[in-house]
């Protein structure tokens, strides 16, 4: 009979057997196949969706029992089954008072259900907790309140009660009573007269909390409240302050947007399309208050942070809605901004505030998708220009060359492009040659930035030089140390080519001593030595700069100190001078054969200095890690750019290849600060932070390494490593510290299938590499403890048949994996032992298992041959006609045997073959010999399904 050609009915009856031998996808759709078949809604149909939901609980996907078993009790009502079924469901998703009802109902329906009991019992018990913790929480609320917002009790007592709230609101229960006591609206009263700063941030961080996931508290705030609200609770210089007002209109933007607070969310489309006046009034007023002089620099900051967080995603569009409001002049306003220049209209800047700006104008233009948008960008760039210079003073003058500067700090190929424009860069060397400080000083700050690709720095080596030689004479710091680092880029410009110097030999060390000087002087303010740190980010191209400053403690403990003020203008100094003292840049493979042709034609062949050598190279990250660069990593690594995130993890990666710091790594804080670099960045940032990560988790014990809820998290980038663009020795490491966090705990292995990593890990299984094989069926066997595991291998497919011929592998280690995964597996599943008959050599591979002399490998043998004679009289049956009971009755006996659970093993699955009635017993010799008999296997009554 073909497929199509059975009865709904049999259908079921096919379903029942499927469930019984444990092959829940197979009895899944032969109960869908049945219901496909039956259009009217009658007692048979209800039977099937019972049926159904049963195989839905086993999977534990309980969404689908209630679906099911709601439908099923639309054609039955109060069937017990079916309630029943939802209520072990209804529990399952913490529904508990959904669940206790459903347990009523088969009490009342069926009295003498025993197995309700029980379940009955301990769901009143949890309900009736509940509501006592809800009168607690009510009561708690209350006097909470009394204290929060009451000017008459003491400071201390209302910064504890607001603080108390805060904590309420992440509990449902909390967030529900406030929410209706109407905690916005005093809030938003409490905030015009508050002054004490941490009841302030306590109470942004309760609004943020109300908002967050709940678009209808969200847009009941909004109205009462409004939007330029929440924005001006930003405008402080408390940093707490601003960071809580940033974090509060993030999940309010989140609301409207469906997005969460992970870093890979995505936003909703359908709920954008909804909100979407609100969503751009929000991108409105934020770039209203990016120019608005009444800001603080730091809240002007977190406005544009804000805007940098949410330009990248499609769904909102943000970048080209941006241009077409004119946002880009107002960020060039921003960008153009000096603290020189102090008038009542001034616009309050930090010192990262341009670093801020050029990262979100080049975030802007990186989503720029098409060229006519890259038009608009760069048309609305060169209009803000020209207004400028429509002007005759200097003043205007200066800003224009402050704002390309800030354009060559971010979206280079713009300021690259303005740079090029007739008469631009006459008008920076023309200014770099005048007798006024600050000209000198913008100037020399556009010339460093310009000289960033090479036929530019040829351009500036032609006309600059002997100006910035000039300058580096000023008797003025600030413009000496500029024009140092002009020196020192032009310097470098060969790169890590030791046979390109553009300067005379022995240049290169003296600009770095220069700076070096300015870097260690305490009399120098920061501002000096963020320039000094800038300057060795080009020398350390040098394989001889790089060994003399490794040497220099204090130079390197100077440079780590800065780091750690977290101040965003010196990431990149910091970060490019570690990343090259690691030697952890991207290097271009050479081919012999390319290197021989390159000879032949007698082009120019780069050449690495000897003093880049692995051997210095992993001496230079030992004296790192030891000086503590861990520390200033995780300062720095709260940066917005992107190219500066890749950058720190490309340096994290590298100290991280040293097996003997990595301890450091993780008691400064590396592992927590990585987290959310392999999460989100650019890809290869990305990867090396992964790779660092899985380098941690393989040295450290996970749950040192990863404590907490970070043990979970760390999961995901594990995972993005198991893919065919990542290097074998990334997979392996991935593999490696998956296996460790296979190991930890249930609610880890769960996590690892739930983020797709079973389907990633098993594709290892089947290379050639025997490393990468090993690492894989290890992982798996760790995994095979999780009973969500053993599904993948019920299902039809040969995963099963795959783990019986690795145990047979050459490679001890992936036979032990193998062996022991199939030992796990076959001890909870019938199915599993069914399916190692498909294996055309299974018989050979128990044998090779239970006759080996590796005492591990013969025990997981002993171990499947007792699990498969225990499972079902057929999986005996076949097993007894072979040889394999002389093997077994031999371990039971060899005095070469010495482990005893192999011995015992042996007689008890000689004893199950007893039990079967398959083989009896000689009595005078207390052997068994192996008769086959007819005996049918007894049929199992089936108590889950009708």
């Known amino acids: 009979m073909t497929k199509t050609e059975l009865t709904?009915?049999?259908?079921?009856?096919?379903?029942?057997?499927?469930?019984?031998?444990?092959?829940?996808?197979?009895?899944?759709?032969?109960?869908?196949?049945?219901?496909?078949?039956?259009?009217?809604?009658?007692?048979?149909?209800?039977?099937?969706?019972?049926?159904?939901?049963?195989?839905?609980?086993?999977?534990?996907?309980y969404k689908k029992v209630i679906k099911d078993c709601d439908e099923a009790l639309k054609i039955s009502s109060n069937d017990p089954k079916a309630l029943f079924r939802r209520c072990q469901a209804l529990e399952a998703l913490e529904r508990f008072e959904e669940a206790y009802r459903d347990a009523r109902g088969v009490i009342t329906t069926d009295p003498s259900n025993k197995a309700i009991q029980p379940i009955a019992a301990r769901l009143h018990e949890i309900c009736q907790e509940r509501l006592r913790e809800n009168s607690k929480v009510s009561a708690k609320v209350s006097q909470m309140f009394e204290l929060a917002f009451d000017f008459a009790v003491d400071k201390e007592k209302r910064e504890s009660a607001m603080n108390n709230l805060l904590v309420l609101t992440k509990e449902k229960a909390g967030a529900d009573l406030m929410f209706k006591q109407g905690i916005a609206t005093k809030i938003h009263k409490l905030l015009k007269t508050e002054k004490n700063e941490g009841i302030i941030v306590a109470a942004i961080r309760i609004l943020a909390e109300l908002c967050k996931d709940n678009i209808e508290r969200t847009e009941t705030m909004l109205k009462e409240i409004g939007i330029p609200w929440f924005l001006d609770i930003i405008n402080s210089r408390n940093e707490e302050r601003v960071n809580a007002g940033q974090y509060c209109i993030q999940t309010v933007l989140n609301s409207y947007s469906g997005m969460d607070t992970k870093p890979d969310t995505k936003p909703n489309k359908e709920m954008c399309e909804k909100y979407q006046k609100e969503i751009d009034t929000i991108l409105s007023c934020l770039l209203y208050c990016t120019t608005n002089r009444t800001f603080t620099g730091q809240g002007r900051d977190a406005v544009i942070e804000l805007i940098m967080r949410n330009i990248h995603y499609d769904t909102l569009n943000w970048a080209e809605r941006l241009v077409e409001l004119r946002g880009l002049h107002r960020l060039m306003e921003v960008a153009s901004e000096l603290e020189e220049y102090k008038y009542e209209s001034a616009m309050d800047i930090t010192p990262s505030t341009r670093t801020v700006t050029s990262v979100c104008l080049a975030r802007i233009y990186e989503n720029m998708y098409y060229d006519a948008a890259k038009e608009r960008y760069a048309a609305a760039i060169d209009e803000y220009i020209k207004d400028k210079l429509i002007s005759p003073d200097i003043e205007s003058k200066v800003r224009v060359i402050v704002a390309i500067t800030t354009l060559l700090l971010g979206p280079l190929d713009v300021g690259n492009s303005v740079v090029a424009k007739d008469g631009i860069l006459q008008m920076i060397l023309v200014m770099a040659g005048t007798d006024d400080v600050l000209q000198q000083k913008v100037a020399c700050e556009c010339i460093i930035a310009a000289a960033s690709k090479k036929d530019k720095a040829n351009s500036i080596i032609n006309q600059g030089v002997n100006i910035l030689k000039k300058l580096y004479q000023s008797k003025d710091d600030s413009i000496r140390v500029r024009a140092l680092v002009g020196l020192c880029k032009l310097?470098?410009?060969?790169?890590?080519?030791?046979?390109?110097?553009?300067?005379?030999?022995?240049?290169?060390?003296?600009?770095?001593?220069?700076?070096?000087?300015?870097?260690?002087?305490?009399?120098?303010?920061?501002?000096?030595?963020?320039?000094?740190?800038?300057?060795?980010?080009?020398?350390?191209?040098?394989?001889?700069?790089?060994?003399?400053?490794?040497?220099?403690?204090?130079?390197?403990?100077?440079?780590?100190?800065?780091?750690?003020?977290?101040d965003k203008s010196v990431v990149y100094g910091v970060v490019t001078t570690l990343v090259n003292l690691c030697n952890a840049y991207d290097k271009q493979e050479i081919i012999p054969e390319m290197l021989e042709l390159a000879k032949f034609a007698k082009h120019h062949i780069p050449e690495e200095s000897e003093l880049d050598d692995p051997d210095f190279v992993t001496k230079r990250l030992i004296s790192l890690a030891k000086a503590g660069v861990t520390s200033a990593l995780v300062a720095l690594s709260k940066t917005d750019s992107q190219n500066s995130k890749e950058l720190i993890s490309r340096v994290f990666n590298a100290i991280c290849s040293q097996v003997d710091v990595r301890g450091i790594v993780v008691q400064q804080g590396g592992a927590k600060a990585l987290l959310p670099l392999a999460l989100d960045g650019t890809d290869k940032g990305k990867k090396q932070a992964s790779q660092a990560l899985a380098r941690l988790g393989i040295t450290i014990n996970p749950e040192v390494a990863f404590p907490g809820q970070r043990i979970y998290e760390v999961i995901r980038p594990l995972i993005n490593l198991l893919n065919p663009e990542c290097n074998a020795l990334e997979n392996f490491e991935a593999l490696m510290a998956l296996c460790n966090l296979a190991g930890v705990n249930d609610n880890v292995r769960k996590r690892i299938l739930k983020e797709g990593g079973f389907q990633k890990i098993e594709v290892y299984m089947y290379e050639d590499h025997d490393m990468l094989r090993r690492a894989s069926t290890q992982v798996v066997n760790n995994l095979m403890m999780c009973e969500d595991t053993i599904k993948f291998y019920e299902g039809d497919n040969d995963r099963t048949k795959y783990l019986v011929i690795l145990c047979s592998e050459e490679d001890l280690d992936t036979s032990l994996a193998a062996a022991g995964a199939l030992a796990m597996l076959t001890s909870v599943s019938k199915a599993a032992c069914y399916k190692i008959f498909d294996s055309a050599n299974w018989l050979d591979s128990l044998k090779y298992l239970l006759a080996n002399p590796n005492q591990d490998l013969q025990h997981r043998g002993v171990v499947i041959l007792h699990n498969m004679m225990n499972s079902t009289k057929e999986v005996a049956t076949k097993l007894i006609i072979t040889d394999l009971m002389e093997v077994l009755m031999a371990l039971t006996k060899s005095e070469l045997v010495h482990n005893q659970k192999v011995k015992k093993l042996a007689a008890d699955a000689l004893e199950a073959a007893h039990k079967w009635k398959l083989v009896e017993k000689v009595e005078d010799t207390s052997t068994s010999t192996t008769t086959t008999t007819t005996t049918p296997a007894p049929t199992n009554v089936l108590e889950n399904v009708e």
């Open 8 to 61: 709904a009915q049999e259908w079921k009856e096919k379903g029942n057997e499927e469930f019984k031998n444990g092959f829940l996808d197979k009895a899944l759709s032969c109960y869908t196949n049945a219901l496909k078949l039956t259009k009217d809604d009658n007692f048979d149909k209800a039977v099937y969706l019972k049926n159904r939901a049963a195989v839905y609980l086993k999977q534990k996907e």
């Open 491 to 566: 310097s470098s410009s060969g790169g890590t080519d030791a046979s390109i110097r553009p300067f005379a030999d022995g240049a290169s060390l003296k600009l770095a001593e220069a700076c070096r000087r300015f870097l260690i002087n305490p009399k120098k303010d920061k501002d000096m030595r963020k320039w000094a740190v800038e300057g060795l980010s080009y020398l350390t191209f040098d394989a001889e700069v790089k060994e003399k400053l490794i040497e220099d403690k204090e130079a390197i403990q100077a440079m780590i100190e800065l780091a750690k003020t977290g």
